[in-house]
């Protein structure tokens, strides 16, 4: 487990179901002795496994506990409030929830928003530079959201140098937040993107990320209920410095493009919103910077639906209702921030850095070869049927090349090496065996049980092995126990004597389960060994059953009991003597 990245598995509670491996669009999950474990080095921190884990086995890493020292530390901190708060806490004002954050120890609380107005009115300006002909970058992609950054950067690398060089609404803010009060100050940013934490990993203008979550249980540890603050308190609940813009536009799709549409950009640049990871890949494909006559804007989100979705966020309410609240509270802020603000240059450079080297692609024989090792000899045994998480049976062998897997994921390779262990089993067994169904058609018997049945079954059992599919009332008098055990309200064991000509049959039948399929074990107890065997086994049932009571009255038998004890042991000894010499 790695507490320290922002995402880890709480490996305890780890289910090895594997649905993590399939949810995760970069295969970010190394399973390890059945436990999917996170890797830092591909991680783009977007959240999904923790959502989608049934087990709750992913986890995001908790900062509360750094809160107090900061608090401790810094005369001032700040909180940067991501502008999805408006859909998230829809009972409380903006004034109530700033209130109530200030109670638990922060000196003022801004919006993040501001910074992503500061980032849009540079936007505006290089699609305007891009328009009037004075670059011949044409593609634009969003800088705003790290997820996308990261997957661009290390998945998409072709993409990267068409990722527009501003920092996120976050680093802008807290940029924004140093030059205005200080930089000794703290900003400590709450919102829904667990993304965030890495920023605030990376970057020093940001020294705390919690989430909604977060903030919630630190309300419910004080006894804080914002909804129940009443308005005006303290005097002194606004926002700080001032209230954001059209940047309040951000946590929602379009939201973005909305904002730098503010700032005056030409009619010629184009734009368009692609949210969800997944749809990223097909957006982008076959675009080329040169075969665009004019610019492009492409504000991409990793959240469906945008910011409001985050894998922070709360789930209960619905997708559309959070929308309307920001819309809403986005409409009655202004359209730009004031001119004196947007000229200022403060430095809105710089994205997540992408430092992290990836293993080769496997060549095509180590690939066959993992194939083999999963019993894939042909492409017909490449049923690609995803129970390992992977698409393909091919990049689960990619997968086990670079230790991100382990054979006993794959489902049907176990499924087959079951089959070969029980049927190995099956046929070694001195007793006679079988399975049949709820129909009582045998799914498979050994060679034992076929010539206990007799030599015309036994032949049947030589032209086809296990004789499948056979009718086991047309074979077998104690078909009946079958029926019994199958029953649904029948007895789960029968074990019973059956007498078939000169023969004694021992025979046990049990539920598999329960209504559809059941087992049988049948022994010759006619058949020498087995009858020294019977002898020895009832022998010891004799001794054990009645050892206690003999001992009881031993008193009144006087030394019966001991010959007693030792006539039967004899007999034991006698025959387990002449088993081994045979």
């Known amino acids: 487990m790695n507490f320290l990245y922002p995402v880890y598995t709480e490996l305890t509670e780890c289910q090895d179901c594997y649905k993590c491996v399939r949810q995760c669009p970069v295969k970010a999950i190394r399973v390890e002795n059945g436990h999917a474990m996170i890797i830092p080095e591909m991680c783009i921190v977007c959240g999904t496994c923790v959502i989608k884990c049934p087990a709750k086995a992913k986890r995001v890493r908790s900062d509360l506990q750094r809160l107090p020292r900061l608090l401790s530390l810094k005369q001032t901190v700040i909180v940067s409030l991501a502008p999805s708060f408006v859909s998230e806490f829809p009972d409380c ?19 993040t928003a501001i910074g992503a107005d500061l980032v849009s009115a540079r936007v505006a300006e290089d699609l305007c530079l891009s328009a009037a002909g004075k670059t011949d ?39 924004f937040l140093r030059e205005t009060y200080g930089d000794d100050i703290g900003v400590v940013f709450i919102g829904p993107c667990i993304a965030k934490k890495r920023e605030s990993d990376i970057f020093r203008q940001i020294d705390l990320a919690i989430t909604f979550d977060e903030l919630r249980r630190r309300f419910n540890e004080e006894g804080i209920q914002p909804s129940k603050i009443p308005s005006g308190q303290s005097g002194d609940t606004a ?22 549409k503010q700032y005056h950009i030409p009619d010629s640049v184009h734009s368009l919103a692609v949210t969800g990871i997944d749809e990223i890949p097909s957006a982008l494909a076959g675009l080329h910077n040169e075969s665009l006559e004019y610019p492009l804007f492409i504000e991409l989100l990793s959240c469906t639906g945008g910011c409001i979705n985050g894998p ?16 809403d509270y ?54 690609n049927c995803a129970s390992c998480g992977y698409d393909t049976c091919r990049e689960f062998a990619k997968a086990m090349l670079e230790n991100r897997a382990e054979k006993t994921m794959c489902v049907s390779y176990m499924r087959k090496l079951a089959q070969k262990k029980a049927n190995g089993l099956i046929q070694t067994i001195p007793s006679g065996v079988i399975i049949c169904d709820k129909d009582l058609r045998i799914i498979e018997c050994n060679k034992n049980f076929a010539r206990l049945m007799g030599t015309d079954i036994e032949e049947m059992y030589e032209a086809k092995p296990g004789l499948e599919g056979a009718d086991l009332t047309r074979i077998a008098d104690f078909f009946r126990f079958f029926e019994d055990v199958l029953a649904k309200n029948g007895p789960d ?10 023969k004694i049959y021992h025979v046990t039948v049990f539920a598999i389960e329960k209504e559809a399929c059941a087992g049988g074990v049948v022994e010759d107890i006619t058949a020498p060994q087995i009858q020294k065997d019977r002898i020895v086994n009832q022998a010891r049932k004799v001794i054990t059953k009645h050892l206690s009571v003999v001992q009881k009255i031993a008193f009144l038998m006087g030394e019966n009991a001991a010959e007693t004890e030792s006539m039967l042991n004899s007999i034991i000894n006698s025959f387990s003597d002449e088993s081994e010499q045979q």
């Open 93 to 111: 004002t903006s004034e109530q929830l700033v209130e109530a954050i200030k109670m638990l120890g922060f000196t003022g609380v801004s919006e």
């Open 137 to 175: 970058q044409k593609l634009f992609l969003s800088s705003a959201c790290p997820v996308v950054v990261e997957y661009i950067k290390h998945f998409m690398p072709d993409f990267t140098p068409f990722i527009t060089d501003r920092s996120s609404p976050l680093l802008a803010h807290a940029r």
């Open 239 to 260: 926002f700080i410095p001032f209230r954001s813009a059209k940047g309040a536009f951000f946590p929602i799709d379009g939201g973005m493009i909305k904002a730098v």
């Open 312 to 327: 922070a966020s709360s789930k209960k309410r619905s997708g559309a209702i959070k929308h309307v609240n920001v819309v």
């Open 330 to 383: 986005a409409q009655s802020a202004k359209d730009r921030l004031d001119e004196s603000v947007v000229k200022e240059k403060f430095d809105l450079s710089g994205t997540l850095p992408a430092k992290r080297v990836y293993p080769g692609s496997p060549d095509e024989s180590a690939i066959r070869e993992a194939l083999r090792s999963v019993g894939k000899y042909t492409g017909e045994d490449e049923v």
């Open 493 to 502: 064991v029968i074990e019973r004597e059956v007498r078939t000509g000169k």
